[in-house]
């Protein structure tokens, strides 16, 4: 069954600053607290990279997984989907960076997730591994941004 998720967060930075971070993949495992290798497999005609594989600890124990990325032509969004995964048949989800208004120096993070396993789990153990990727894709994520705006 496949668990998806919506959550958002306002980060004391441009979206432009957030958007640089979030595809800056190599450093990843600076910030993100589970991802212990990123490498980028290849790059669209532009530069940026498209296919990335991750080395991340899940459950006690180490995970591969490679993810697509697509730009589209809306500058302050990414997405991606799952290629492949060793313990995930569904690893699909998006950043999007919005202005704040009201704070022109502040963007509104929304990120989507949808995650499906291939082993089964309790649920509780679902929620927890959810939480945990939710967690590093917002509050490390933010902590990351607003230490490199400064």
């Not at 306002?10 to 979030?22: K, N, Q, R, V």
């Not at 997405?79 to 690893?91: M, N, Y």
């Not at 993070?109 to 082993?119: I, K, R």
Request: net charge negative.
């Amino acid at each position: 069954m496949v668990d998806q998720a919506t959550e958002r967060t306002t980060i004391a930075a441009s979206p432009d600053e957030c958007y640089a971070a979030a595809i800056d993949f190599e450093r990843y495992p600076d910030w993100a607290s589970d991802i212990k290798m990123a490498r980028i497999l290849s790059r669209d005609d532009e530069g940026r990279a498209v296919d990335v594989e991750f080395r991340a600890a899940a459950m006690g124990r180490s995970t591969t997984y490679t993810l697509r990325y697509f730009y589209g032509s809306n500058p302050r969004r990414i997405a991606w989907r799952l290629q492949r995964g060793d313990i995930t048949r569904r690893l699909d989800g998006e950043y999007e960076f919005l202005p704040v208004a009201s704070d022109s120096g502040s963007t509104e993070v929304v990120y989507q997730l949808a995650v499906d396993l291939s082993v089964p789990l309790p649920g509780f153990v679902k929620r927890r591994a959810e939480a945990r990727i939710m967690h590093t894709a917002l509050d490390d994520f933010t902590r990351f941004v607003e230490s490199a705006s400064r």
